[in-house]
């Protein structure tokens, strides 16, 4: 069973520009979550995607968007990044929406904004 | 408004000795609970949910929790700790929209 990954690693962005943050989720899951993590916290809800659609947003403004794809891989798109979105972007991937809770974690995208 | 707090930000325990992480949470209806676990650097691992049935429940790694309805907590324990349980650990409630709302963390040294 492959587990959740995310690409890139680690990213160095400038303030204004736009980034494209990928996942692929853990086999048999359709179901995706992104969050943001701050340093020192715990992790921000962005949004969740069930079969290609939005379920569920967060507090986080327009600029920040996301995809689903048929194979239930998704991408988190940033636009005009702004100093504060560095941070670390985890990626969760769930079994379908009456098991959306129990998330299975990737081990994160390190975005720098400088 | 549904939110998660963990009172301690940093804990230190000696190996071999117990552990309890507290959190307590504020959600209207029967919460979803969960305890994670994130290394440095890395992402979060799985260690233990709660959805209902026994209030007390098992995870990995030797870890237990325990859900209290009348405290709205939902501590996390184990009764010996090792080193390489150092880490940063999160308990989190299932809200609306498939969300997990988070605490802010409790970071975990073990001194040998």
């Known amino acids: 069973e492959t587990g959740v990954t995310q690409s890139p690693t680690h990213l160095i962005k400038t303030r204004g520009q736009q980034v494209t943050l990928r996942c692929s989720s853990q086999?048999?899951?359709?179901?995706v979550s992104w969050y943001q993590q701050a340093l020192g916290q715990g992790p921000q809800f962005i949004f969740q995607y069930y079969r290609e659609e939005e379920n569920g947003r967060g507090n986080f403004p327009p600029r920040f968007s996301g995809l689903q794809f048929p194979n239930y891989s998704s991408e988190l798109n940033v636009n005009a990044l702004e100093l504060d979105d560095s941070a670390l972007y985890l990626c969760?991937?769930?079994?379908?929406?009456?098991?959306?809770?129990?998330?299975?974690f990737g081990p994160g995208t390190r975005l720098t904004v400088t | 408004a549904q939110s998660v707090t963990q009172p301690d930000i940093h804990i230190t325990v000696s190996e071999g000795a117990s552990l309890e992480l507290r959190c307590n949470y504020s959600?209207?209806?029967?919460?979803?609970l969960f305890w994670y676990v994130q290394s440095p650097g890395q992402g979060l691992q799985l260690l233990l949910k709660y959805f209902s049935g026994d209030t007390l429940v098992q995870g990995i790694k030797g870890f237990e929790a325990e859900f209290k309805r009348s405290q709205s907590s939902f501590n996390l324990r184990k009764p010996s700790v090792h080193w390489s349980d150092a880490a940063e650990y999160f308990c989190a409630v299932g809200a609306k929209g498939g969300k997990l709302i988070f605490g802010q963390g409790t970071e975990l040294s073990v001194k040998p």
């Open positions: 969760a991937s769930s079994g379908g929406l009456a098991d959306s809770y129990e998330q299975y």
């Open positions: 086999s048999g899951h359709n179901t």
């Open positions: 959600y209207g209806a029967t919460p979803y």
